[in-house]
Structures are given as C-alpha cells and as structure tokens.
C-alpha cells in the first residue's frame, strides 16, 4: 500500500513540474513574443523582457526578433532602359515593428524573406527597367579620372554621359517604393543598396575586348610618336655632323692654302736669292720623287744636270 502511494505521489511530482514548467517562460531583451491559443494570437505582444505565465499546453510561444535582420538578394539579370542587360545584386536590412501584424500575415522570417524576395527584386526591376546604365553606375557628375596612357594630345576629347539622376536617387526610389509595401506586413525595410552591379557575360566579354582594341590603339600611338621622334633625332644627328664635317672641310683647306701660299713665298724668295740654286735643287727634289735605288740614269751633254754637276767640280 505504501508503494502505491509512493508511486501516485511521484507520478503526481512530475505531472506538477511538468504543468509548472509549461505554464513558464521567458522573455529575452533581443525578442517579442506573441502567445497563440490553438493557432490564433491571443492579447497584445510582450516586448518586455522577464518571466511570463501561459497555459500549459494550450498556449503556445512564438519568438520574434527584435533586432536589425539582414535580407541578402540574389543576383539577377535586369534590362535597363537603353537596353544594357546587366547582373545586380542587393542587399537591404528590416526589423519587425509590429510582431502581432507580422505573425499574422507573414507567420515567421521564412515568410518574410520570401515576401521581400518578392517586394524588393520587384522594385528593383522597375526602377533599373527606367533609367539607362549610367544612372546605375554613377552617383554624381564628377570628372573621370584619367591614366596617363589617356591624356595624349593626338587622342581626341571624348564627350562624357551626364547623370540627371544617379545611383542613390535610384537607391531611394527602390527604398520609398518597397517600404509602401510592406507598411502593412508588420516590419520597416531601414536601408537598401545595389550591393554589386556587373556586366553579363556576352556584353562583358565585348568590353573587354574594346579595353583591349583601346589600349593596343594608344600603343600603337606611342610607337608611331616614338617612331617619328626617332627619326627626327636621327636628322639632326645626321645634319649636325655634315655641318661639322664641312666645317671641319672648310679649315683643312684654308690651312692647306696658307701652307701652300706660305710655301710658295718661301719658294719665290729662293729662287729670288738664287734662281740657278732653286733649279737645281728642284731638279734633284723631281729625281728624288721619280727615281729609287735601282734605277739608272743616263745624262745628255747637253742637260741641266749634268751641267749642274760640271760646275760643281
């Protein structure tokens, strides 16, 4: 008899804990929690952290954070308006603002990041659908920033597109127009931006294709600059050594005439001192030039030299 009653008093410890422990629950400061009886909501959200009553078994918690969520798009091919296809990726950031109109009409995170899925890719596609590709890319009218390759003053002036809009506008009007649509739902979308915006592959591979053609063309530009440089440098070169060989030219002869002037006035003052001298040793300056060791010289009687050598003995 002691046994059963033993028994019925544990059984009836747990049953207790049990009912205890259902009838309990606790609220942290990053959550909100909306009670539910037989799957509808029941009184208004607790958003004060601390120990809360429920009844065990019927009532059910569910658990919503209070804190910034993150929505992370996927990449998607979108038209622009001057018919550019381009992959953007986004991003944006949420929070719940009124967990009783979210559980009902969304339920949980998992219905809302569907339904934002829906909501901010949409509005996505409408707004990059209605301006052209530079009003994605660009944020204000800023000068390009320019390489050296490309200031070259042969290369003429390319005109630059103009924004009249401009990606934050553009960020904006997907924020305005999304937060209209959700304001009904239970949450606020805080931010949303273009997280990442590329060409698709076809169109990409064209871009770089004319990078390339670009880049070979102002190459092909230096080179010719070059080209002509050098060869002007050449010129020059070749011009200045002609003048300085003619110069060069030029003194050699005037000092080779004053050394044949001044010989010749030497020579006239020989011959003016003795002419018969002057002839006789111009005569032996010719036999030395024309004749060598070998030769043989045969003298007529009547010749200058032999008379030159007569009167010398």
């Keep these: 008899m002691k046994s059963i009653i033993s028994s019925a008093a544990i059984v009836a410890i747990i049953a207790g804990v049990m009912v205890l422990g259902g009838a309990f629950y606790i609220v942290n400061e990053s959550e909100q929690v909306i009670i539910t009886q037989f799957g509808n909501p029941i009184g208004e959200a607790v958003n004060t952290p601390g120990l809360r ?17 993150e929505w992370d ?29 979210f559980f009902q009409r969304l339920r949980d995170e998992r219905g809302a990041q569907s339904r934002l899925d829906d909501i901010l890719d949409g509005e996505t596609r409408n707004t990059i659908a209605k301006h052209d ?3 994605v890319v660009r944020t204000t009218n800023r000068e390009f920033s320019v390489s050296e390759e490309e200031q070259v003053e042969t290369m003429a002036p390319k005109k630059r597109d103009e924004i009249n809009f401009g990606r934050t506008t553009l960020v904006a009007e997907v924020l305005k127009a999304a937060q209209a649509r959700t304001s009904d739902l239970g949450i606020e979308i805080l931010d ?3 997280k990442r915006i590329n060409y698709v592959e076809q169109v990409r591979r064209e871009v770089y294709s004319r990078m390339i053609s670009e880049r070979q063309r102002i190459a092909e530009q230096f080179r010719a600059e070059g080209a002509g440089e ?20 030029r003194l ?9 002037a001044a010989a010749a006035s030497i020579y006239a003052r020989a011959y003016n001192r003795n002419p018969e001298f002057y002839g006789f040793t111009k005569s032996m300056e010719v036999l030395t030039r024309t004749m060598d060791e070998k030769a043989l010289l045969m003298l007529g009687t009547d010749g200058e030299l032999l008379r030159y050598l007569e009167h010398s003995k």
Excluded: C, M
């Design 230 to 249: 050098a060869a002007r440098i050449n010129g020059e070169r070749g011009r200045e050594l002609k003048n300085i060989s003619s110069e060069a030219y």
């Design 53 to 69: 009553f429920k009844i065990p078994f019927v009532q059910r918690v569910n658990r919503f954070d209070k804190r910034f969520l």
């Design 133 to 135: 590709l530079i009003e």
């Design 73 to 101: 798009g996927d990449s998607n091919e979108l038209p622009t308006k001057d018919k550019r296809f381009i992959h953007v990726d986004t991003y944006a950031r949420w929070h719940i603002t009124d967990p009783l109109k």
């Design 192 to 194: 949303f931006q273009f």
């Design 252 to 260: 050699a002869e005037e000092i080779k005439g004053k050394a044949d």
